[in-house]
């Protein structure tokens, strides 16, 4: 069934032709057949050839009409009660004169003069004559395929009588209602368009309508001359259309049905994001199910089922960053398409690391800092992609500082997802120009901070790690408890204190340092810090 055509369950052609028929009601006619005008002595017609509902053509006799010459010839009307077209029919008939019908003798009911002198004239002629070339035609009538004894001929309406119509035309002699045979005339029925059917604008629809020759008919003529009809349908242009089919027999009689429909315009159906939302901002690798809905506009016959009528795509590329686009295209049973494209935005976040393995800083009279010395220094590093940088540095001394050691090494690895820095160092030894040149001496020590960013979340979450072997201030060795708590701060009596695992929360991210020294020179005029192991990271943007 054509996409948005209203529902016709498929039947037989006699069940169609039997329920068409039901469709058209007339009351049958009764004298006087008002269907001719006066033309000589009748005042109406003699003979009427009805097609009542069912396609039958039954002839009636009005008894007080007589020959309109006033000798011989018959006037006939016709009266269309049948749901079709009547084009033309066959008339075989005999008369009562020695004249058959179809002779045409020159005194028709064009004629106006009464071709028998005794009998005298009957003039004007109805208004309009003459209708063709015998004088006995109606309006819009012809005679064809007039058989050799005349006696047989079909008769043709320009236009044809409409359901519900009338027409006439007058014969040779006269002819009884009894003398006349008309073969039933051909049907025809057109089923799409459906008559009086509503479709919306654009609907696809394919022609449909059968023929069929009367009862006891030759047959229709072969291809599109026995029956002929529309090839398409017109649903472009909100408006009213009629398509006609007819149907010829090879008996010369012809039928046309019409079937009038209406095209009307609906709202296009529509479509509605809500994940991802048209100009949204989405994280790198963030998990987005795509979510829309389609509606149907406003008395539209709804939309095609499944995803014919709702597509769009399953999942949301989040891969990369950079504007990307989809579309949704909501597809109504009329034909109407609406596509619509929602773009969103996928951002990387910004992820930072910083690390060193040795700074140091003194200050005079508490006012006046001097750096002494960063040792090993990486960052900060800001990275979106997957990147690896370290530095290691192997030293003997560095001024003003008396430094030994072996490894010093600083790292800081970005990643999608994460930002790690990393200081370490396997032991050194250094000295300080404040407190009395105090000596510093370490173990292994190894300061971590790692900061991630869940993208489907946006939640950020940092994670340290601290680890020292061992730490000798001067000739105070410090207790390393195990595991070393957060922000571990202690006293070192006149020389200071010391902090170790120091954490201090940075925006969008975690500062840790393995070990902070402060220490007081013995005057108390200055004081020196010293940081061992710095690792900071972050994520921006998250």
Known sequence: MPSGMPYKA???LAAVLSLLFASTSFAAPTPPFKQCPVVGYDTSCQLLIDFSSTGTATVLTDPSQGAFDGVEDTLIGVQNDSPVTVNSFTVTATSSSTDPPFSFDGDGACSGVNSNPGLGTFAPPPA???FGPSGYEGPGVSYTNISADDNSGTVTFAGGIPSGGSAWFSLE????ASSISIPPPPMVTITTP????????????????????????PGLLPGTAGCSGPTSINTSTPGNYCVTATATSQDGESTTAKSCYTVISYPPPTVTFTSPGNGSTYLEGSTVTPSFTCMDGAGAPGLLPGSAGCSGPSTVNTSTPGTHCYTVTATSQDGQSTPVTNCYTVVAPTYTGDADNLSATASVLGAIKVPLTTINNIGPIAKTVASNNSNTIITESVPPLGLSGSQLLSSVVTAVGSSTATASTNGLSLGLPVAGAAVISTGEIQASSQTTCTASTGAISSTPSVTIASLKIGTMTVNIPSPIPKNDKISLGALGSVTLNEQTPITDGLAVNAIDIRLLTDEGLGSAQVIIGHAESDVEGC
Request: proline fraction near 12%; charged fraction near 10%; include cysteine.
């Open 194 to 217: 459906g008559n009086g059917d509503t479709y919306p604008e654009g609907t696809s629809l394919t022609p449909s309508f059968m023929c069929k020759d009367g009862v006891g008919a």
């Open 173 to 176: 002699g006269q002819v009884t």
């Open 128 to 130: 309009g004559c003459p």
């Open 10 to 12: 498929a039947l037989p």
